[in-house]
């Protein structure tokens, strides 16, 4: 994408995916929009119908051979997606017939879209912020109902809006400093000093707890990824087939079964988890097996959650508590598998791993259980919060938000070390900027680059 989008030109791209399908979607945005409508459908005339579809024969301006025939609809600017003009030409789908009418609106004087360049222009002409953007693309991204709830606030402005009042709370306390000094010294100040600190402290602790959703809402995203650990013939490959409904992991009752890991998605209650099977931990002088193994502790490494997985009735080995004192506790979680081999309610020896769960694979006990914890830790923070509440889902907005509280505090910090109120006001004008950089007020083109480069062509 160029450095400054060129938006005196005239853009085309097909929105819909590309492969079998009834119809599709080609999108045209740009000043030129309605010349391309009269060259490539010049049944329609010279002044197209506003806001309505019209079936239209659809040629090629320069050889005039018929290519489809599809609805077409112009929507001027500036009540469009993209607040240019803009027209959408739904044909047949396919491969082919898409493309041909693609060519056909270049040949008219349109340059091909880049991904994201539609909603960028809508950005860039004020129909969106920058949040509401990157909602869009969770909306077409997203495979969980918990991420589809928390885009479709986002699109509504709900974090937008959040994060706009965080801003107007810091600015009116920067406000009340600017009153207070225009005062002479010898009155008593009109704004006690202590009320504008606890205006500050007010604003502090609501970043803090909108920022606190920022872990579990990250994790909507790519979904928390789960990690199935234990010696082998713990039942790791049985709990993950189990948990998925399916046979995809090979079980035998020879150790060493698994080799690859193997990765499945699951969605408890419309959250998002990424199940992966691992190879058992054992020493090994077999060189796959030990491949395998060294593959199961890089995921380990990256596990947002580790199952560990011990069969029930057996105390643990010293290796196995030595394993589990290296994970954390609040994103491990000590199944002892098997339980239907052991009798009814024996239980192993648990090592201070909070929430050991007894399951059995085939008889499915524990595993509802087991499913209640999983989602109790990865998303614990957030599954309380109303579907409306506000979540921050990226690492943009959790940086820009960490960078507002900091400079929130370093206000309090500064005032508290006897730092002039005026002086320590410095620090809110730099938290204010940062809320603005992540509604998108102020921003630069290497964020636009990449908050659009993710999109794909024609959205
Ligand atoms: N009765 C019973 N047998 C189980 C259960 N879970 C696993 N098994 C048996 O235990 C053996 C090992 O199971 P797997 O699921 O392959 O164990 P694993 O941990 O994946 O083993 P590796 O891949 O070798 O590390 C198999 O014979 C399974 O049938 C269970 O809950 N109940
Ligand atoms: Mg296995």
């Not at 995916?17 to 079998?20: D, I, S, V, Y």
């Given at each position: 994408?160029?450095?400054?989008p060129l938006r005196d030109d005239t853009i085309a791209g097909i929105a819909t995916?590309?492969?079998?399908g009834a119809v599709a979607l080609l999108r045209v945005t740009g000043p030129g929009a309605r010349d391309v409508l009269r060259r490539v459908a010049p049944g329609l005339g010279d002044a197209p119908a506003v806001r309505v579809q019209r079936l239209a024969a659809l040629r090629h301006p320069e050889t005039g051979e018929l290519l489809d025939r599809g609805l077409v609809s112009f929507f001027p600017a500036p009540g469009s997606y993209t607040g240019e003009d803009t027209v959408e030409i739904a044909t047949h789908g396919g491969?082919l017939t898409p493309q041909l009418v693609l060519d056909a609106l270049l040949a008219a004087g349109c340059r091909p879209a880049e991904?994201g360049e539609f909603t960028r222009r809508a950005y860039l002409n004020g129909k969106l912020?920058?949040?509401q953007a990157?909602?869009v693309?969770?909306?077409?991204?997203?495979?969980?109902?918990?991420?589809?709830?928390?885009?479709?606030?986002?699109?509504?402005?709900?974090?937008?809006?959040?994060?706009?009042?965080?801003?107007?709370?810091?600015?009116?306390?920067?406000?009340?400093?600017?009153?207070?000094?225009?005062?002479?010294?010898?009155?008593?100040?009109?704004?006690?000093?202590?009320?504008?600190?606890?205006?500050?402290?007010?604003?502090?602790?609501?970043?803090?707890?909108?920022?606190?959703?920022?872990?579990?809402?990250?994790?909507?995203?790519?979904?928390?990824?789960?990690?199935?650990?234990?010696?082998?013939?713990?039942?790791?490959?049985?709990?993950?087939?189990?948990?998925?409904?399916?046979?995809?992991?090979?079980?035998?009752?020879?150790?060493?079964?698994?080799?690859?890991?193997?990765?499945?998605?699951?969605?408890?209650?419309?959250?998002?988890?990424?199940?992966?099977?691992?190879?058992?931990?054992?020493?090994?002088?077999?060189?796959?097996?030990?491949?395998?193994?060294?593959?199961?502790?890089?995921?380990?490494?990256?596990?947002?959650?580790?199952?560990?997985?011990?069969?029930?009735?057996?105390?643990?080995?010293?290796?196995?508590?030595?394993?589990?004192?290296?994970?954390?506790?609040?994103?491990?979680?000590?199944?002892?598998?098997?339980?239907?081999?052991?009798?009814?309610?024996?239980?192993?020896?648990?090592?201070?791993?909070?929430?050991?769960?007894?399951?059995?694979?085939?008889?499915?006990?524990?595993?509802?259980?087991?499913?209640?914890?999983?989602?109790?830790?990865?998303?614990?923070?957030?599954?309380?919060?109303?579907?409306?509440?506000?979540?921050?889902?990226?690492?943009?907005?959790?940086?820009?938000?960490?960078?507002?509280?900091?400079?929130?505090?370093?206000?309090?910090?500064?005032?508290?070390?006897?730092?002039?109120?005026?002086?320590?006001?410095?620090?809110?004008?730099?938290?204010?900027?940062?809320?603005?950089?992540?509604?998108?007020?102020?921003?630069?083109?290497?964020?636009?680059?990449?908050?659009?480069?993710?999109f794909c062509v024609g959205k």
């Open positions: 994408m160029s450095a400054s995916a590309q492969g079998r491969v991904p912020d920058l949040l990157e909602a693309l969770d909306l077409i991204d997203g495979r969980s109902r918990a991420l589809h709830r928390a885009s479709i606030h986002q699109m509504e402005r709900g974090l937008s809006r959040r994060v706009e009042e965080l801003r107007e709370a810091i600015i009116g306390a920067e406000a009340l400093i600017v009153y207070s000094i225009d005062f002479p010294e010898e009155d008593e100040p009109p704004v006690p000093p202590a009320r504008i600190r606890a205006a500050v402290e007010d604003v502090l602790a609501r970043i803090t707890r909108l920022l606190a959703t920022a872990p579990e809402g990250e994790l909507l995203r790519e979904g928390a990824l789960t990690v199935l650990a234990g010696r082998p013939n713990s039942g790791k490959s049985s709990l993950f087939n189990a948990l998925l409904g399916t046979e995809r992991a090979i079980v035998t009752e020879v150790p060493g079964t698994t080799r690859d890991a193997l990765e499945g998605t699951l969605t408890l209650d419309g959250y998002p988890f990424r199940l992966v099977d691992t190879a058992g931990l054992r020493e090994t002088s077999d060189p796959v097996e030990g491949i395998g193994i060294e593959v199961a502790r890089r995921y380990l490494a990256a596990a947002d959650l580790v199952l560990f997985c011990a069969e029930a009735g057996r105390a643990l080995e010293p290796e196995e508590v030595a394993f589990l004192d290296g994970l954390d506790p609040a994103r491990t979680v000590l199944v002892r598998t098997q339980a239907d081999r052991m009798g009814n309610g024996v239980r192993g020896t648990g090592n201070g791993v909070p929430g050991e769960v007894l399951v059995s694979a085939p008889e499915g006990t524990g595993l509802g259980e087991l499913r209640e914890a999983l989602l109790r830790r990865a998303f614990g923070g957030i599954l309380g919060e109303p579907g409306e509440a506000p979540l921050v889902t990226r690492e943009r907005h959790a940086r820009a938000l960490r960078a507002a509280r900091d400079e929130v505090q370093g206000f309090l910090d500064a005032q508290a070390n006897g730092v002039p109120m005026e002086y320590a006001a410095t620090h809110l004008q730099t938290a204010a900027a940062a809320l603005e950089d992540l509604v998108g007020a102020v921003t630069v083109d290497d964020v636009l680059a990449r908050v659009f480069g993710d």
